[in-house]
């Protein structure tokens, strides 16, 4: 009985409500284990809207201490050995 999957809502109609919950990541998320249907109408919303990353910026170089305030150096971080 646990593997039954109710065919009685049409695809377009399970894909009107996923749109209405489209912001909702983790709802689109349980949603599409529901069944293939179900996936298919998550799946084209999930992937209509890919974010990329902006590329990677190195922001502070600890081997470089000029970059570093000097309020924030302790004089052990400063002896060298």
Do not use: K
Not at 15 to 33: F, H, K, P
Not at 38 to 54: D, E, G, K, M
């Amino acid at each position: 009985m646990a593997n039954v999957v109710c065919q009685c809502l049409p695809y377009d109609l399970i894909a009107r409500v996923m749109e209405i919950c489209r912001d909702d990541y983790g709802l689109l998320y349980e949603c599409s284990l529901v069944s293939w249907d179900f996936n298919q109408a998550v799946t084209r919303i999930l992937y209509s809207r890919v974010v990329l990353s902006p590329p990677f910026r190195l922001v502070l170089d600890l081997s470089d201490t000029s970059s570093i305030p000097v309020s924030s150096l302790r004089g052990s971080a400063l002896q060298t050995i």
